[in-house]
């Protein structure tokens, strides 16, 4: 009777201990600030998309394009921007947020960047053998961009004890293919406080 | 053997114990800053299609503007400016509205000062109105018609204020005609390899300019390359038409020179390369 006692005990405490570590997945919203290690992540993304979204689209360099060329709207490569950090940092997440704004606001035409551009003349290529002739795409009519748009995250760390600062600048700049003028920049910075606690409730 | 004994006073004491703990004491937070977003706050992605419409609207009425442009800068043209507007070509003898239309650009991309007469038309903002043959820097009207044309080329300003001076080809020639002075000042700097490049170019857009021949001759001459020099020194005498030479007489004595020159060289450097 004893023996069986124990044992149950030892059961119940084992299904509450596994109870404890049953794994808990849920939606949230994605434009909820959820921070947990203080390392950059999507609400930084998003901030530093909405920023030079508002910042390039409020830019006068488009509308003096357009005037000096017709109407038309300036035609844009999207280049690469560095992660000049120690940490990771998808990069790729806010330039493409800020192509898709470019394209859905219509005052910039945005053109396949050199590594979509492979892919797409493999296909054009492979067309040109076995797409009928109504239906094939033509080669050399490329549209050629004026603009090119780089830039690059740098981050300075300063830490003390179980504190610690995380200081990001994201820059973003626009230059003329043909000048190598810098007709536009955008920056946006992002400070982050880091506390660890001793003890947590 | 006694150690020494060290006799401290009470308030000497309690100050030292409160170095030492204030020393061993956690370290301060230095940050007071209030945060400026929370766990659970929001960031709403920004919506470009909000201004969509906006940017749409001032297309199509710049759009609109330039055909209006157009429409009132080929009525009744005549047919070379007409051909000029149609290839994209600011050319003399325009007028203002016909040189919007030939660098299809707006009204709003120029800043026109009007003096007297006549007017200048600069370019409002960094991004300049071009032309088929390069970007505009300024256009002087006399009157109502282009005087003066000024376009920004890769070794400078070119300005055109002859018919002869304002087609392709003259741009050409004055494109040639500067590589040559950048070349003159690239041998005087001592960097002859710099100097020779530069007269080759000139040599391919300005065929006609025999002198960029001899110089480059002369050039080859006095680095030992005989071989080369020959070559050039003939092509220069080929490219002159002597005879016209001889007619023009004193104003064509530098040539004559030249040329008396090129004909020895000729002579020495074929012993020489044999």
Redesign the interface.
């Known amino acids: 009777m004893m023996r069986l006692k124990s044992l149950l005990t030892l059961a119940v405490a084992g299904v509450a201990l596994s109870a404890c570590g049953i794994k808990r997945v849920s939606r949230v ?7 947990l290690s203080g390392r950059w992540n999507d ?1 930084d993304s ?2 530093v ?2 920023e030079l ?2 910042q390039s ?1 409020g830019a ?2 488009a ?11 300036p035609t844009l490569i999207v280049g690469e921007f560095r992660n000049r950090t120690l940490e990771h940092i998808a990069v790729g997440t806010f330039v493409r ?1 800020l192509e ?3 394209i ?4 910039v035409r945005v053109v396949a960047s050199s590594d979509e551009r492979t892919e797409v003349r493999a296909e054009r290529v492979d067309q040109q053998t076995n797409a009928t002739a109504e239906t094939r795409a033509r080669v050399a009519r490329e549209q050629g961009a004026r603009f090119l748009l780089q830039g690059d995250v740098q981050a300075i760390e300063d830490s ?2 179980r ?1 610690k ?1 995380v200081f990001y600048q994201i820059d973003a700049t626009l230059i003329d293919l043909e000048s190598n ?1 810098k ?1 536009w920049v955008g920056q946006h910075k992002i400070k982050k ?1 880091i ?1 660890r606690r001793r003890l947590t409730p | 053997m006694l150690r020494p004994t060290i006799f401290l006073a009470r308030a000497r004491a309690a100050a030292i114990v409160a170095m030492g703990l204030s020393a061993c004491a956690p ?1 301060p ?3 007071n ?1 209030a ?1 400026i ?10 919506d ?2 909000q ?2 419409p906006t ?2 609207a ?6 609109a ?2 055909d209006s442009v157009r429409a009132a800068a080929t009525a009744g043209c005549a047919p070379e400016t007409c051909d000029l507007i149609a290839r994209g070509e600011v050319g003399l003898g325009m007028s203002e509205v016909q040189v919007y239309a030939a ?4 009204p ?2 120029w800043v026109v000062r009007r003096s007297g007469g006549g007017a200048v038309m600069v ?8 032309d088929r043959l390069g970007e505009m820097v300024m256009v002087q009207l006399d009157g109502p018609r282009t005087a003066v044309i000024s376009r920004r080329g890769p070794q400078g300003i070119l300005v055109a204020s002859r018919p002869q001076d304002a087609g392709a080809a003259a741009m050409a020639k004055q494109a040639a005609a500067q590589l040559v002075r950048e070349g003159d000042d690239l041998v005087m700097a001592n960097d002859p390899d710099g100097a020779l490049n530069r007269y080759d170019r000139a040599s391919v857009l300005d065929p006609e300019a025999s002198d960029v021949q001899f110089k480059a001759a002369r050039l080859l001459d006095l680095q030992m390359r005989p071989q080369e020099a020959l070559m050039r020194y003939q092509r220069f005498l080929l490219s002159m038409d002597i005879e016209r030479i001889k007619a023009h007489g004193e104003a064509n004595a530098k040539m004559a020179e030249a040329i008396a020159l090129a004909q020895q060289r000729i002579v020495i450097l074929e012993k020489q390369v044999k």
């Open positions: 919203d994605p434009e909820s600030v959820t921070d609400t998003r901030l998309a909405n979204i508002g689209l006068t360099w509308r003096e394009w357009s005037a000096a060329n017709g109407g038309t709207a947020d898709r704004a470019f859905t606001s219509g005052s003390e004890g504190e600062i003028a007709i406080y506390q | 370290y937070q230095r940050i800053e945060p977003m929370m766990n659970g706050d929001r960031v709403v992605a920004a470009a299609g201004v969509a940017v749409a001032d297309q199509l009425a710049m759009q503007t330039m660098t299809h650009s707006l709003s991309a370019p409002a903002t960094r991004s300049a109105p071009t």
